[in-house]
Every structure is written in C-alpha cells, then in structure tokens.
C-alpha cells in the first residue's frame, strides 16, 4: 500500500512546522525521513497516522484520507512514536494481548499472533516480565511488536533507536530489517549509517521544507562537494585552516589530522596544498572522503543558515 502526503502544511501560531510538503511512498519501499531537530518530521509523521490534523493540504494512506477516514487509516498503519507509549505496569505478554484485543484480534488468531511478534522481536525471555523493569532497548522491542501486531501494511517509525546503545541499536536495527521486507516502512532517525543500512530512499526536510528526495544511492554519488581528510606534520590553528578559500567548516578528528569540508561545488585541494607552503608545514596525508549520508545531510541542512 501506498502513503502519498500532498501540500501538507502545519501552523502553529507564526511557526510553520510543515511548509507545503508533497512525497508519495510506494508499497515495498523503505524510506529515511530525516532533519535537524524541530525540521518537521514528527510532526508530519503524527499528522500521517492520523493523530495531528493538518493546516492545510492532505496524506491519504492505501486510498484512505487520514482526516476523513482515520479509522480505516489505522487498520493498515502501525505506528511507534518518538516517545514509546506503554503501559509500565503490565507485563509484556499482557500488554500485547491488551493491544491485539484492540485491533480486534480474538481467541486463537490473538494467541497465534502474539506469540508471533514475541518471537520475530526477540522478547522470549521478557514476555513474562512487567514492561517497567525493561531496559530501552527492549521497550523499543514491546512499541514495534505493539506496532506490528495487527500485520500493517505500512508502518511508520520515527526515532526508533533513539537513546538506545551501539548494541541494542544493532538488533533493532535487525528487527527492522527483518519486518520491512513485505511492508512500506518511513522511519526517521539521526544515525546516518543506519539510514544507509537499511533504506532504498532518503527524504531530507529543513525548516518544514523538502530539500531533497531521492533513491540512496543517487544521493551518495551526486553532485555534493565531498570533505578532505587532512594530516599535517606539524600542529596547525584550526582557525587558519578555516580561512583557506572555499572551505565551509573544519572539524578536527586528531592532533595535527582535520576533515576540511569545502563550499557547495568547489573543490579545495590545490588550496591546501598552497596553505601548506605559504605555511611553511608538511602535508604528511590528504584524501578524498567517500561520498557519505553525514556529509550530504550536513549540506542540505545548513545551506540557508
């Protein structure tokens, strides 16, 4: 099934959140949805599954109009917010029967299902626990089993792995991976390599803006100035270096070792070679850096500062 957000718009008071958005998500695809804090991704994302109305401008989701018809919209939609609701005092095998009775799951398909869910996202050995003496990691487990329960066609994840550690991100990561192969999924999230790992198509939005939309793999070899990892012998003022023309910023990875990240289009190396010798200082390394989410992310995201 499919999402298709058209002229969204959202207001708050002088602020516009969503500034006349349009995308469409078509069945099987997975897409990042990323921005800045305060971009406006949770927003559309709650306006989406029906839980924010719009300013102006519509999302249908698999043919249903999210405002005129939410109730359809929530049968096919399943839905873990930034903030993961749950009822603490329950235990998990409890909660996903509460939630299942809700999706109007009954007696032995109810039963079938949540075993199911227990299983595909590795809760086994906490189904038996109240969900208030889990870590993160494994409520973020209970809020996608919750959200899948009722074998959406579309599921929408905003912030999935947020808060969570290098490891407990991995095996979400893995969960995901592992449902979305016969859903539609978008999924927000500040960590660029899991945006990598796992989506087909990255939407970028700024200031309520779309400012970009696109397959991955066309935006890591597009048209963006790629950063300079840069190595000198001796220490260098990372102010100085940031005076080179044509470079935006510089941040410094390690004594004597930068990445310099050039102007939209422009390309700085023969320009730290010539700082080098009107320096007086050895250039011991510089490399091109591969084509990267971060990179790109951080260039369509601070152009209009």
């Known amino acids: 099934m499919s ?41 559309t994302m709650k306006i989406a599954t029906g839980f924010l109305p719009p300013t102006d401008g519509n999302v249908t989701v698999g043919g249903f109009d999210v405002v005129e018809d939410p109730i359809s919209v929530k ?14 005092e329950m235990y ?4 996903l029967r509460f939630v299942g009775k809700l999706s ?13 869910m227990i299983i595909l996202c590795g809760l086994t050995k906490e189904q038996n626990k ?4 889990l870590s993160k990691g494994y409520r973020q487990r209970v809020g996608l089993a919750q959200a899948l329960l009722h074998d959406p066609q579309i599921l929408i994840l905003d912030e999935p792995t947020s808060g969570l550690d290098p490891n ?3 095996e979400i990561r893995k969960v995901i991976k592992e449902i979305s192969r016969n859903k539609t999924v978008l999924f927000s999230s500040h960590i660029m390599q899991e945006v990598q790992a796992l989506c087909d198509r990255v939407i970028i939005i700024n200031k309520g803006k779309i400012v970009a939309d696109d397959q991955l793999a066309n935006l890591l070899k597009g048209d963006h100035s790629p950063a300079l990892v840069v190595e000198f012998k001796e220490e260098v003022e990372l102010v100085k270096i940031k005076q080179i023309p044509g470079v935006s910023d510089v941040i410094e990875l390690s004594a004597r070792k930068y990445k310099v990240i050039p102007n939209q289009g422009i390309d700085v ?6 700082f080098a010798t009107e320096q007086n200082i050895s250039l011991m390394e510089m490399k091109v850096e591969e084509g990267s989410m971060e990179s790109i992310f951080r260039e369509l995201t601070e152009r209009e500062k």
């Open 75 to 88: 049968k096919i939609i399943g839905y873990l917010p930034e903030h993961n609701p749950l009822y603490l």
């Open 269 to 274: 190396r023969n320009e730290v070679f010539k």
């Open 104 to 116: 109007g799951l009954r007696n032995g398909a109810l039963t079938s299902r949540v075993d199911e």
């Open 3 to 43: 999402l298709t957000v058209n002229h969204l718009t959202k207001i708050y008071g002088s602020q516009r959140a969503v500034d006349d958005i349009s995308f469409s998500i078509e069945p099987g695809e997975i897409v990042g949805f990323l921005g800045p804090n305060g971009a406006g991704k949770s927003t």
């Open 92 to 95: 998990v095998h409890e909660y």
């Open 168 to 170: 407990q991100i991995l």
């Open 130 to 133: 109240k969900i208030e003496s």
